[in-house]
């Protein structure tokens, strides 16, 4: 077992106009876990580091993008836990930016992978570490059953309970571990994925493939704003009337998003009267140092 103390409130926020119509949100801070091992990272690397320990491995290798909060929390959890960590970094040769920077820091290795290359994942780790029996795999954004696992604990820590949670979805893999651990506590509470990618119908066959007999949980497929990491004007002016309302720090790659997608549905009139909502704040803010341009470009700040 890994030892790994955090505080993760659930707190209530408002926002004009969600109490006039009568809808109770609270936001759970699992920004709050860490600032580097953020939000959901933290979930879905918890059982793949107690695996890693139990099968004694020593080396932690994984993937993703030049902006990834997954590889961030990856380096900084392989330093907290004295263990090695490599990424394959999706992008060209040579490509650095704060995040990298932190990366390196503590102590990570970037191995740069065009994108040809970095399709076929496990064929990258065979190439490169067939040798190394101390290596220990994790899938791009700590995707898959174990890191589902460690979301379904956000459910069993709640200290209230909820007419409905959110969470942003890019692989699917945390509302798969909320959506499973709510049937299986017999809660009543529906489940809602914002999907910050175009075209995410394939979260219901990756979710399905987790937990093949959990109910289907309900996406909004219609706020991704153009795809992964693309924005709008109305979005970016959502994330700064919301920060400077609630003091809660949001970025536009995920809980932007996210929180566009809950104050939208309230302004629709989505819910009953006196309806009680979670959203699961996932971290993840170190996205915001490769987006901060856009709100000069767009807003003009
Ligand atoms: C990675 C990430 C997500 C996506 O989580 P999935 O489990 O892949 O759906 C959501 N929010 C933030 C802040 C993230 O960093």
Redesign the pocket.
């Known amino acids: 077992m890994i030892s790994f103390n955090f505080y993760s409130p659930e707190q209530k926020i408002s926002f004009p106009d969600w109490e006039k119509k009568t809808i109770y949100v609270s936001i759970k801070r699992d ?1 709050m876990i860490h600032p580097f091992i ?4 933290w979930r ?1 690397l918890k059982f793949n580091l107690e695996r890693a320990l139990a099968e004694n491995k020593n080396h932690l290798v994984t993937f993703g993008g030049a902006w ?3 590889i961030l ?1 990856t380096a900084c959890a392989g330093a907290t836990f004295s263990l090695k960590t490599t990424a394959f970094l999706r992008s060209d040769p040579g490509i650095n930016n704060p995040l990298i920077a932190m990366c390196r820091l503590f102590g990570m290795e970037i191995i740069y992978t065009d994108r040809t290359e970095y399709k076929n994942k496990q064929a990258l780790f065979d190439k490169h570490f067939s040798n190394n029996s101390n290596a220990y795999f994790i899938d791009e ?3 898959g059953p174990l ?2 696992k460690g ?1 379904e604990e956000i459910i069993a820590s709640l200290q209230e309970s909820y007419d409905h949670i959110f ?11 909320l959506q499973h651990a709510v049937a299986a506590s017999g809660l009543q509470t529906v489940v809602h ?1 914002v ?2 990618l175009k075209g995410a119908d394939f ?1 219901h066959d990756e979710v399905h493939k987790i937990y093949p007999s959990d109910p289907v949980a309900t996406l909004h497929t219609g706020y991704h704003f153009g795809g992964y990491a693309k924005t709008k004007p109305e979005l970016l002016r959502f994330i700064e009337k919301f920060v400077s309302h609630t003091g809660i720090m949001i ?1 536009p ?3 932007g998003k ?1 929180f566009f997608a809950v104050n939208d549905l309230i302004s629709q009139d989505y819910f009953k009267p006196n309806a009680r909502i979670l959203v699961i ?5 170190t ?1 915001f140092l490769g987006m901060y341009e856009r709100f000069n470009l767009d807003l003009g700040q």
Do not use: F, M, Q, R
């Not at 969470?167 to 798969?176: N, S, W, Y």
């Not at 704040?281 to 803010?285: D, I, M, P, Y």
């Open positions: 920004d953020s939000g959901n990272k879905k990834s909060n997954h929390a954004g700590g995707h890191g589902s979301c969470c942003a979805c890019g692989t699917g893999t945390t509302l798969a571990g994925g999907p910050v979260i970025e790659t995920y809980t996210l704040h996932t971290g993840g803010l996205g």
